[in-house]
């Protein structure tokens, strides 16, 4: 009922900069928090950031003052704006959301396919 559509990964050079998007659509009535997790195989997903639908946000420290996430609520659509990258910035990247289904205005937790993001010279 609900996709979450991510695009924007690639490679970069360290210090390069990448901006992820995240559109999300279907049946919706409402889009609450969406976050930004990353991945490196074998290990936790971690958050990277969220923000909420009042645009209020909160970083992982690893990234504060470097990654900077938005949204677009007419668009159901969150970015991340992510400078200065680190190889150890290198993940999967996923984008997830809290949605209100349009159909029965049940609220539930939906994810993207994820997208890579690889730092490296």
């Known amino acids: 009922q609900v996709q979450l559509v991510e695009s924007g990964g690639g490679l970069v050079e360290p210090g390069g900069s990448l901006r992820l998007s995240c559109a999300a659509s279907?049946?919706?009535?409402?889009?609450?928090?969406m976050r930004w997790y990353r991945q490196v195989s074998g290990e936790q997903r971690e958050l990277v950031a969220a923000?909420?639908?009042?645009?209020?946000?909160n970083y992982a420290d690893s990234v504060k003052g470097r990654f900077t996430i938005s949204r677009d609520n007419a668009k159901n659509t969150v970015y991340l704006q992510m400078n200065s990258l680190k190889p150890e910035d290198t993940a999967v990247y996923y984008c997830?959301?809290?949605?209100?289904?349009?159909?029965?205005?049940?609220?539930?937790?939906?994810w993207g396919q994820g997208t890579q993001v690889t730092v490296s010279s």
């Open positions: 923000i909420t639908s009042a645009r209020s946000t």
């Open positions: 279907g049946s919706i009535f409402s889009t609450y928090a």
């Open positions: 997830n959301a809290d949605v209100k289904i349009r159909t029965t205005l049940l609220r539930g937790d939906y």
